[in-house]
Protein backbone atom coordinates (compact mmCIF):
# COMPACT_ATOMS: atom_id res chain seq x y z
CA UNK A 1 0.00 0.00 0.00
CA UNK A 2 1.49 3.58 -1.21
CA UNK A 3 0.96 6.56 1.37
CA UNK A 4 -0.66 9.00 -1.12
CA UNK A 5 -3.99 7.77 -2.73
CA UNK A 6 -4.44 9.41 -6.37
CA UNK A 7 -7.76 9.28 -7.83
CA UNK A 8 -7.59 10.49 -11.35
CA UNK A 9 -7.84 14.24 -12.26
CA UNK A 10 -7.48 15.71 -8.99
CA UNK A 11 -4.93 16.39 -6.36
CA UNK A 12 -3.61 13.15 -4.40
CA UNK A 13 -5.14 12.64 -1.40
CA UNK A 14 -3.09 11.91 1.95
CA UNK A 15 -4.24 8.54 3.26
CA UNK A 16 -4.51 9.40 6.70
CA UNK A 17 -6.88 10.96 9.46
CA UNK A 18 -6.84 14.58 9.76
CA UNK A 19 -9.25 16.50 12.30
CA UNK A 20 -8.67 20.78 11.42
CA UNK A 21 -12.21 21.98 12.84
CA UNK A 22 -14.89 20.76 15.20
CA UNK A 23 -16.84 18.46 13.89
CA UNK A 24 -19.72 19.23 11.79
CA UNK A 25 -17.12 22.34 11.01
CA UNK A 26 -18.63 25.52 9.58
CA UNK A 27 -19.02 24.70 6.45
CA UNK A 28 -21.11 21.56 7.07
CA UNK A 29 -23.12 22.85 9.81
CA UNK A 30 -24.19 26.01 7.04
CA UNK A 31 -25.13 22.97 4.60
CA UNK A 32 -26.76 21.46 7.47
CA UNK A 33 -28.95 24.49 7.82
CA UNK A 34 -29.84 24.59 4.14
CA UNK A 35 -30.56 20.66 3.93
CA UNK A 36 -33.06 21.17 6.69
CA UNK A 37 -35.09 23.93 4.52
CA UNK A 38 -35.39 21.43 1.37
CA UNK A 39 -34.76 17.78 2.34
CA UNK A 40 -37.47 15.67 3.78
CA UNK A 41 -36.75 15.16 8.31
CA UNK A 42 -38.06 11.55 7.21
CA UNK A 43 -34.27 11.34 5.56
CA UNK A 44 -31.38 11.49 8.49
CA UNK A 45 -27.69 11.52 8.58
CA UNK A 46 -25.92 9.21 11.33
CA UNK A 47 -23.13 12.27 10.82
CA UNK A 48 -24.18 15.47 8.85
CA UNK A 49 -20.86 16.28 7.95
CA UNK A 50 -20.46 17.14 4.22
CA UNK A 51 -18.14 14.90 2.32
CA UNK A 52 -16.32 16.37 -0.80
CA UNK A 53 -14.21 13.82 -1.58
CA UNK A 54 -13.21 10.08 -0.32
CA UNK A 55 -10.66 7.80 -2.10
CA UNK A 56 -9.84 4.84 -0.79
CA UNK A 57 -10.77 4.11 3.33
CA UNK A 58 -10.68 8.18 3.52
CA UNK A 59 -13.73 10.38 3.10
CA UNK A 60 -12.63 14.08 3.17
CA UNK A 61 -15.31 16.74 4.46
CA UNK A 62 -15.81 20.13 3.05
CA UNK A 63 -13.77 21.22 6.25
CA UNK A 64 -10.74 19.60 5.24
CA UNK A 65 -11.18 16.88 7.85
CA UNK A 66 -10.45 13.27 6.88
CA UNK A 67 -12.25 10.02 8.24
CA UNK A 68 -11.35 6.97 8.23
CA UNK A 69 -14.61 5.05 6.86
CA UNK A 70 -15.27 2.02 8.74
CA UNK A 71 -17.84 2.35 7.39
CA UNK A 72 -18.04 2.20 3.14
CA UNK A 73 -21.81 3.89 2.49
CA UNK A 74 -23.09 0.59 4.49
CA UNK A 75 -20.69 -1.95 2.69
CA UNK A 76 -21.29 -0.79 -0.76
CA UNK A 77 -17.52 0.48 -1.37
CA UNK A 78 -16.42 -2.48 -0.54
CA UNK A 79 -13.32 -1.59 -2.87
CA UNK A 80 -12.74 1.38 -2.14
CA UNK A 81 -14.29 5.03 -2.46
CA UNK A 82 -13.04 6.29 -6.14
CA UNK A 83 -11.55 3.04 -7.03
CA UNK A 84 -9.40 3.98 -10.20
CA UNK A 85 -10.44 1.26 -12.10
CA UNK A 86 -14.25 1.56 -11.47
CA UNK A 87 -14.00 5.06 -12.13
CA UNK A 88 -11.93 4.77 -15.30
CA UNK A 89 -14.65 2.06 -16.61
CA UNK A 90 -18.11 4.20 -15.30
CA UNK A 91 -16.09 7.39 -16.66
CA UNK A 92 -15.97 5.17 -20.15
CA UNK A 93 -19.19 3.84 -20.04
CA UNK A 94 -20.81 7.53 -19.40
CA UNK A 95 -18.91 9.03 -22.50
CA UNK A 96 -20.08 5.75 -24.77
CA UNK A 97 -23.73 4.96 -23.79
CA UNK A 98 -25.40 6.46 -20.49
CA UNK A 99 -28.76 4.87 -21.08
CA UNK A 100 -30.97 3.00 -23.79
CA UNK A 101 -33.26 0.96 -21.32
CA UNK A 102 -32.06 -3.13 -21.86
CA UNK A 103 -36.06 -3.83 -22.27
CA UNK A 104 -36.07 -1.70 -25.33
CA UNK A 105 -32.14 -2.43 -26.98
CA UNK A 106 -29.64 -4.03 -24.83
CA UNK A 107 -25.97 -3.78 -24.56
CA UNK A 108 -23.02 -6.07 -23.53
CA UNK A 109 -22.26 -5.06 -20.37
CA UNK A 110 -25.54 -6.36 -18.48
CA UNK A 111 -24.66 -9.94 -20.15
CA UNK A 112 -21.33 -9.39 -18.90
CA UNK A 113 -22.65 -8.75 -15.27
CA UNK A 114 -25.22 -11.69 -15.50
CA UNK A 115 -22.13 -13.69 -16.65
CA UNK A 116 -19.61 -12.82 -13.54
CA UNK A 117 -22.73 -13.28 -10.97
CA UNK A 118 -23.58 -16.85 -12.86
CA UNK A 119 -19.85 -17.92 -12.07
CA UNK A 120 -19.48 -16.17 -8.79
CA UNK A 121 -22.81 -17.61 -6.98
CA UNK A 122 -22.71 -20.56 -5.27
CA UNK A 123 -23.82 -23.44 -7.20
CA UNK A 124 -22.57 -25.12 -10.50
CA UNK A 125 -25.92 -25.46 -12.11
CA UNK A 126 -27.26 -23.17 -15.00
CA UNK A 127 -28.21 -19.48 -13.46
CA UNK A 128 -29.94 -16.65 -15.10
CA UNK A 129 -30.22 -13.01 -13.53
CA UNK A 130 -32.58 -9.89 -13.48
CA UNK A 131 -30.60 -6.58 -12.85
CA UNK A 132 -32.49 -3.89 -11.04
CA UNK A 133 -31.56 -0.49 -9.47
CA UNK A 134 -31.34 -1.03 -5.63
CA UNK A 135 -31.06 -3.95 -2.72
CA UNK A 136 -35.01 -3.72 -1.84
CA UNK A 137 -35.83 -3.96 -5.21
CA UNK A 138 -34.18 -7.14 -5.96
CA UNK A 139 -35.77 -8.62 -3.04
CA UNK A 140 -38.98 -7.39 -4.62
CA UNK A 141 -37.98 -9.53 -7.52
CA UNK A 142 -37.06 -12.54 -5.95
CA UNK A 143 -40.45 -13.24 -3.94
CA UNK A 144 -41.93 -12.21 -7.39
CA UNK A 145 -40.26 -15.19 -9.53
CA UNK A 146 -40.61 -17.30 -6.65
CA UNK A 147 -44.15 -16.91 -6.03
CA UNK A 148 -44.75 -17.40 -9.87
CA UNK A 149 -42.20 -20.47 -9.81
CA UNK A 150 -44.15 -22.23 -7.29
CA UNK A 151 -47.41 -20.65 -7.47
CA UNK A 152 -47.54 -20.02 -3.98
CA UNK A 153 -47.74 -16.91 -2.02
CA UNK A 154 -46.10 -17.01 1.37
CA UNK A 155 -43.14 -15.67 2.12
CA UNK A 156 -41.27 -16.46 4.96
CA UNK A 157 -38.15 -14.15 7.08
CA UNK A 158 -36.78 -14.24 10.16
CA UNK A 159 -37.00 -12.50 13.13
CA UNK A 160 -34.01 -9.14 13.47
CA UNK A 161 -34.29 -9.24 9.34
CA UNK A 162 -33.68 -6.30 7.29
CA UNK A 163 -34.74 -6.29 3.72
CA UNK A 164 -35.20 -2.33 2.42
CA UNK A 165 -38.10 0.33 2.31
CA UNK A 166 -40.71 -0.47 -0.55
CA UNK A 167 -43.75 -2.26 0.85
CA UNK A 168 -43.21 -5.23 0.67
CA UNK A 169 -39.66 -5.14 2.39
CA UNK A 170 -41.40 -2.88 5.28
CA UNK A 171 -43.77 -6.08 5.57
CA UNK A 172 -40.66 -8.53 5.62
CA UNK A 173 -38.49 -6.25 8.35
CA UNK A 174 -38.34 -7.41 11.83
CA UNK A 175 -37.73 -3.40 13.61
CA UNK A 176 -41.34 -1.16 12.95
CA UNK A 177 -39.10 1.51 14.17
CA UNK A 178 -37.83 3.21 12.20
CA UNK A 179 -38.71 1.64 8.66
CA UNK A 180 -42.35 0.94 8.61
CA UNK A 181 -43.86 2.85 11.83
CA UNK A 182 -47.04 4.28 10.19
CA UNK A 183 -46.21 3.55 6.71
CA UNK A 184 -48.94 0.89 6.55
CA UNK A 185 -51.02 -0.67 5.04
CA UNK A 186 -48.60 -3.42 4.23
CA UNK A 187 -48.30 -6.23 1.98
CA UNK A 188 -49.82 -9.49 3.48
CA UNK A 189 -48.48 -13.19 3.37
CA UNK A 190 -45.30 -12.56 4.74
CA UNK A 191 -44.77 -14.96 7.68
CA UNK A 192 -41.65 -13.71 10.49
CA UNK A 193 -40.14 -16.87 12.01
CA UNK A 194 -37.83 -16.84 15.21
CA UNK A 195 -33.49 -16.93 13.70
CA UNK A 196 -30.63 -18.32 15.79
CA UNK A 197 -28.83 -15.93 17.64
CA UNK A 198 -26.73 -17.58 19.65
CA UNK A 199 -25.71 -14.81 22.15
CA UNK A 200 -29.17 -14.58 23.21
CA UNK A 201 -31.09 -18.06 22.64
CA UNK A 202 -27.94 -20.47 23.34
CA UNK A 203 -29.53 -23.00 21.16
CA UNK A 204 -27.31 -25.32 18.71
CA UNK A 205 -28.11 -24.81 15.42
CA UNK A 206 -30.13 -28.00 14.97
CA UNK A 207 -32.00 -26.70 17.64
CA UNK A 208 -32.96 -23.48 16.25
CA UNK A 209 -33.31 -24.85 12.78
CA UNK A 210 -35.84 -27.05 14.30
CA UNK A 211 -37.87 -23.83 16.38
CA UNK A 212 -38.10 -21.98 12.92
CA UNK A 213 -39.48 -24.85 10.87
CA UNK A 214 -41.53 -25.95 13.60
CA UNK A 215 -43.03 -22.51 13.60
CA UNK A 216 -43.26 -21.98 10.17
CA UNK A 217 -45.16 -25.77 9.69
CA UNK A 218 -47.23 -24.73 12.25
CA UNK A 219 -48.24 -20.86 11.86
CA UNK A 220 -48.60 -21.37 7.71
CA UNK A 221 -47.67 -24.72 6.71
CA UNK A 222 -44.49 -25.57 4.29
CA UNK A 223 -46.93 -26.21 1.43
CA UNK A 224 -48.23 -22.39 1.06
CA UNK A 225 -44.81 -20.73 1.50
CA UNK A 226 -43.35 -19.90 -1.86
CA UNK A 227 -39.95 -18.57 -0.50
CA UNK A 228 -37.18 -18.41 2.28
CA UNK A 229 -35.19 -15.08 2.19
CA UNK A 230 -32.25 -14.89 4.95
CA UNK A 231 -29.60 -12.89 5.33
CA UNK A 232 -26.62 -15.40 5.86
CA UNK A 233 -24.86 -13.04 8.19
CA UNK A 234 -27.76 -10.44 9.44
CA UNK A 235 -26.52 -7.10 8.88
CA UNK A 236 -28.76 -4.67 10.13
CA UNK A 237 -29.97 -6.99 12.92
CA UNK A 238 -26.06 -6.25 14.34
CA UNK A 239 -23.82 -9.26 11.96
CA UNK A 240 -25.78 -11.98 13.80
CA UNK A 241 -23.86 -15.19 12.81
CA UNK A 242 -26.25 -18.08 13.17
CA UNK A 243 -25.08 -21.15 14.55
CA UNK A 244 -23.34 -23.97 13.12
CA UNK A 245 -25.94 -26.08 10.72
CA UNK A 246 -29.03 -23.25 11.20
CA UNK A 247 -28.97 -22.33 7.37
CA UNK A 248 -27.91 -25.83 5.93
CA UNK A 249 -30.99 -27.12 8.22
CA UNK A 250 -33.27 -24.87 6.75
CA UNK A 251 -32.15 -24.91 3.09
CA UNK A 252 -32.51 -28.74 3.36
CA UNK A 253 -36.33 -28.26 4.76
CA UNK A 254 -36.69 -25.65 1.76
CA UNK A 255 -35.80 -28.25 -1.07
CA UNK A 256 -37.56 -30.98 0.59
CA UNK A 257 -40.68 -29.03 0.45
CA UNK A 258 -40.41 -27.20 -3.15
CA UNK A 259 -39.78 -23.62 -0.83
CA UNK A 260 -37.40 -21.62 -2.80
CA UNK A 261 -34.41 -20.63 -0.93
CA UNK A 262 -33.20 -16.87 -1.22
CA UNK A 263 -30.01 -15.80 0.53
CA UNK A 264 -30.06 -11.76 0.68
CA UNK A 265 -26.75 -11.06 0.59
CA UNK A 266 -26.90 -7.30 -0.11
CA UNK A 267 -24.71 -6.53 2.71
CA UNK A 268 -23.10 -9.50 3.31
CA UNK A 269 -22.01 -10.09 -0.45
CA UNK A 270 -19.59 -9.48 -2.92
CA UNK A 271 -16.04 -10.34 -1.46
CA UNK A 272 -16.96 -8.53 2.29
CA UNK A 273 -16.69 -11.88 4.37
CA UNK A 274 -13.61 -13.06 2.01
CA UNK A 275 -15.52 -15.00 0.26
CA UNK A 276 -17.70 -13.59 -3.11
CA UNK A 277 -21.03 -14.65 -1.01
CA UNK A 278 -21.21 -15.23 2.72
CA UNK A 279 -23.38 -18.11 1.83
CA UNK A 280 -20.58 -19.67 1.04
CA UNK A 281 -19.28 -20.03 4.90
CA UNK A 282 -22.07 -21.93 5.50
CA UNK A 283 -21.99 -24.42 2.95
CA UNK A 284 -25.03 -22.91 1.39
CA UNK A 285 -26.18 -22.74 -2.42
CA UNK A 286 -29.11 -20.65 -2.09
CA UNK A 287 -31.59 -21.32 -5.03
CA UNK A 288 -31.64 -17.34 -5.37
CA UNK A 289 -28.72 -14.81 -4.72
CA UNK A 290 -29.96 -11.53 -3.88
CA UNK A 291 -26.87 -8.97 -4.56
CA UNK A 292 -26.41 -5.04 -4.63
CA UNK A 293 -24.60 -2.71 -2.17
CA UNK A 294 -20.95 -3.84 -3.30
CA UNK A 295 -21.30 -4.84 -6.95
CA UNK A 296 -20.71 -1.65 -8.61
CA UNK A 297 -18.28 -0.12 -6.52
CA UNK A 298 -20.81 2.60 -5.52
CA UNK A 299 -23.05 3.10 -8.60
CA UNK A 300 -26.59 1.79 -7.84
CA UNK A 301 -26.90 -1.35 -9.44
CA UNK A 302 -28.91 -5.33 -7.83
CA UNK A 303 -29.22 -8.28 -8.88
CA UNK A 304 -31.40 -11.43 -9.03
CA UNK A 305 -29.22 -14.57 -9.38
CA UNK A 306 -30.27 -18.53 -9.25
CA UNK A 307 -31.78 -21.29 -10.90
CA UNK A 308 -31.92 -21.21 -14.84
CA UNK A 309 -36.00 -22.83 -14.35
CA UNK A 310 -36.85 -20.70 -11.27
CA UNK A 311 -35.55 -17.00 -12.72
CA UNK A 312 -37.57 -18.51 -16.16
CA UNK A 313 -40.44 -18.82 -14.63
CA UNK A 314 -41.04 -14.94 -14.86
CA UNK A 315 -43.28 -14.63 -18.29
CA UNK A 316 -41.29 -12.45 -21.16
CA UNK A 317 -42.12 -8.49 -19.86
CA UNK A 318 -42.71 -9.76 -16.56
CA UNK A 319 -39.16 -8.27 -15.28
CA UNK A 320 -37.20 -4.90 -15.65
CA UNK A 321 -37.84 -1.02 -15.17
CA UNK A 322 -36.40 1.89 -16.68
CA UNK A 323 -33.00 2.35 -14.83
CA UNK A 324 -32.43 -1.49 -14.33
CA UNK A 325 -28.76 -2.69 -15.15
CA UNK A 326 -27.82 0.85 -16.31
CA UNK A 327 -24.80 0.53 -18.40
CA UNK A 328 -22.58 2.51 -16.54
CA UNK A 329 -23.14 0.75 -13.27
CA UNK A 330 -22.77 -2.58 -15.06
CA UNK A 331 -19.38 -1.22 -16.47
CA UNK A 332 -18.74 -0.39 -12.63
CA UNK A 333 -19.56 -3.79 -11.62
CA UNK A 334 -17.25 -5.90 -14.50
CA UNK A 335 -14.40 -3.71 -13.19
CA UNK A 336 -15.29 -4.76 -9.33
CA UNK A 337 -15.19 -8.13 -10.81
CA UNK A 338 -11.83 -7.49 -12.38
CA UNK A 339 -10.45 -5.70 -9.34
CA UNK A 340 -11.56 -8.69 -6.90
CA UNK A 341 -9.87 -11.24 -9.39
CA UNK A 342 -6.87 -9.65 -10.57
CA UNK A 343 -5.69 -7.74 -7.10
CA UNK A 344 -6.46 -11.05 -4.87
CA UNK A 345 -9.19 -8.83 -2.87
CA UNK A 346 -11.01 -11.64 -1.34
CA UNK A 347 -7.45 -12.05 0.92
CA UNK A 348 -7.89 -8.44 2.04
CA UNK A 349 -11.03 -9.19 3.77
CA UNK A 350 -9.07 -12.46 5.90
CA UNK A 351 -6.30 -9.86 6.44
CA UNK A 352 -8.84 -6.96 8.20
CA UNK A 353 -10.66 -9.80 10.31
CA UNK A 354 -6.55 -10.87 11.83
CA UNK A 355 -6.21 -7.52 12.61
CA UNK A 356 -9.43 -6.41 13.98
CA UNK A 357 -10.91 -9.24 15.47
CA UNK A 358 -7.84 -9.76 18.21
CA UNK A 359 -7.66 -5.72 18.85
CA UNK A 360 -11.84 -6.09 19.54
CA UNK A 361 -11.32 -9.69 21.44
CA UNK A 362 -8.67 -7.02 23.43
CA UNK A 363 -10.98 -4.08 23.76
CA UNK A 364 -13.66 -6.91 25.19
CA UNK A 365 -11.23 -7.88 28.07
CA UNK A 366 -11.05 -3.94 29.02
CA UNK A 367 -14.53 -3.17 28.45
CA UNK A 368 -17.00 -5.88 30.14
CA UNK A 369 -19.77 -4.06 28.27
CA UNK A 370 -18.74 -6.30 25.05
CA UNK A 371 -20.43 -9.27 24.79
CA UNK A 372 -19.32 -10.90 21.85
CA UNK A 373 -17.05 -10.20 19.05
CA UNK A 374 -18.63 -11.59 15.66
CA UNK A 375 -18.68 -11.96 11.94
CA UNK A 376 -16.43 -12.81 8.92
CA UNK A 377 -13.56 -10.95 7.04
CA UNK A 378 -14.47 -7.09 6.74
CA UNK A 379 -17.53 -7.80 8.61
CA UNK A 380 -16.94 -7.60 12.09
CA UNK A 381 -19.47 -6.57 15.50
CA UNK A 382 -19.48 -5.77 19.12
CA UNK A 383 -22.41 -6.38 20.62
CA UNK A 384 -22.89 -4.17 24.34
CA UNK A 385 -25.01 -5.86 26.92
CA UNK A 386 -25.12 -4.69 30.73
CA UNK A 387 -22.65 -7.67 31.88
CA UNK A 388 -24.96 -7.62 35.10
CA UNK A 389 -28.54 -7.92 33.58
CA UNK A 390 -27.36 -8.94 30.23
CA UNK A 391 -29.76 -6.04 28.95
CA UNK A 392 -28.87 -4.03 25.48
CA UNK A 393 -26.48 -1.28 26.29
CA UNK A 394 -28.82 0.90 23.72
CA UNK A 395 -27.84 4.29 24.64
CA UNK A 396 -24.22 3.43 24.04
CA UNK A 397 -22.97 2.52 20.47
CA UNK A 398 -24.28 6.28 19.16
CA UNK A 399 -22.32 7.91 21.90
CA UNK A 400 -18.75 5.86 20.86
CA UNK A 401 -19.80 6.59 17.44
CA UNK A 402 -19.77 10.22 18.38
CA UNK A 403 -16.70 10.81 20.39
CA UNK A 404 -14.77 8.48 17.45
CA UNK A 405 -16.43 11.46 14.69
CA UNK A 406 -14.87 13.76 16.79
CA UNK A 407 -11.45 11.88 16.75
CA UNK A 408 -11.99 11.51 12.69
CA UNK A 409 -13.24 7.92 12.67
CA UNK A 410 -16.63 7.28 10.96
CA UNK A 411 -18.40 4.14 12.71
CA UNK A 412 -21.92 2.59 12.32
CA UNK A 413 -24.39 0.96 15.11
CA UNK A 414 -26.90 -1.23 14.49
CA UNK A 415 -29.17 -4.07 15.92
CA UNK A 416 -32.16 -4.35 16.68
CA UNK A 417 -31.92 -2.53 19.91
CA UNK A 418 -29.45 -0.06 18.71
CA UNK A 419 -26.68 -1.65 20.70
CA UNK A 420 -24.28 -3.30 18.16
CA UNK A 421 -21.28 -1.33 16.68
CA UNK A 422 -20.27 -2.35 13.34
CA UNK A 423 -17.28 -2.27 11.32
CA UNK A 424 -17.23 -3.13 7.69
CA UNK A 425 -14.44 -0.78 6.25
CA UNK A 426 -13.42 -0.97 2.73
CA UNK A 427 -10.82 -3.58 1.73
CA UNK A 428 -8.65 -1.06 0.96
CA UNK A 429 -8.45 -0.25 4.42
CA UNK A 430 -4.83 -0.65 4.89
CA UNK A 431 -3.10 -1.93 8.43
CA UNK A 432 -1.98 1.65 9.65
CA UNK A 433 -5.41 3.43 8.92
CA UNK A 434 -7.08 0.21 10.49
CA UNK A 435 -4.19 0.28 13.40
CA UNK A 436 -5.04 4.36 13.94
CA UNK A 437 -8.94 3.91 14.02
CA UNK A 438 -8.09 0.98 16.37
CA UNK A 439 -6.81 3.46 18.58
CA UNK A 440 -9.20 5.98 18.31
CA UNK A 441 -12.21 3.49 18.91
CA UNK A 442 -9.93 2.56 22.49
CA UNK A 443 -10.03 6.25 23.39
CA UNK A 444 -13.95 6.65 22.25
CA UNK A 445 -15.23 3.88 24.62
CA UNK A 446 -13.62 5.01 27.22
CA UNK A 447 -14.52 8.76 26.37
CA UNK A 448 -18.19 7.64 26.03
CA UNK A 449 -17.54 6.10 29.46
CA UNK A 450 -18.41 2.18 28.43
N1 LIG B 1 -31.15 -6.34 2.34
C1 LIG B 1 -29.51 -7.30 3.86
O1 LIG B 1 -28.65 -4.62 4.23
C2 LIG B 1 -29.79 -2.33 2.92
C3 LIG B 1 -30.04 0.28 4.51
C4 LIG B 1 -29.66 1.72 4.52
P1 LIG B 1 -31.33 -0.95 -0.54
N2 LIG B 1 -29.22 -2.01 4.18
C5 LIG B 1 -28.86 -0.61 4.40
C6 LIG B 1 -30.85 2.61 4.76
O2 LIG B 1 -30.84 3.34 5.74
O3 LIG B 1 -31.80 2.55 3.97
C7 LIG B 1 -30.25 -3.75 2.70
C8 LIG B 1 -29.65 -4.82 3.38
C9 LIG B 1 -30.14 -6.12 3.17
C10 LIG B 1 -31.73 -5.34 1.65
C11 LIG B 1 -31.31 -4.02 1.81
C12 LIG B 1 -31.99 -2.94 1.02
O4 LIG B 1 -31.10 -2.42 0.09
O5 LIG B 1 -30.32 -0.86 -1.65
O6 LIG B 1 -31.12 0.03 0.57
O7 LIG B 1 -32.74 -0.94 -1.05
Redesign the pocket.
Known amino acids: MTDTLTPPTVAPLASERRVVTAIPGPRSIALQERRRQVVSDGVSSALPVFIERAHGAILVDVDGNQFIDLGAG??VTTIGHTDDAVVAAAGAQLADVTHTLFTITPYEEYVRVAELLAEHTPGDFAKKTVLVN??????ENGVKIARKYTGRAGVAVLEH??????NL?MAMNFKAMPYALGFGPFAGDVYRAPNSYPLHDGLTGEAAAKRTIDYLEKTVGASDLACLVV?PI???GGFIVPADGYLPALQEWCTANGIVFIA?????GMARTGAYFASEHFGLVPDLV?S??GIAGGL?L?GVTGRAEIMDAAQPGGLGGTFGGNPVACAAAVAVFERIESDGLLAEAARIEARLRPALEGLRKRFPVIAEVRGIGAMIAVELLDPATHEPRADLPARIAAEAAQRGVLVLTAGTYGNVLRFLPSLALDDALLDDALEVLTESFAAAGA
Open positions: IGSGAEAVAYHGRTTEQGEDEIQSLAKPA
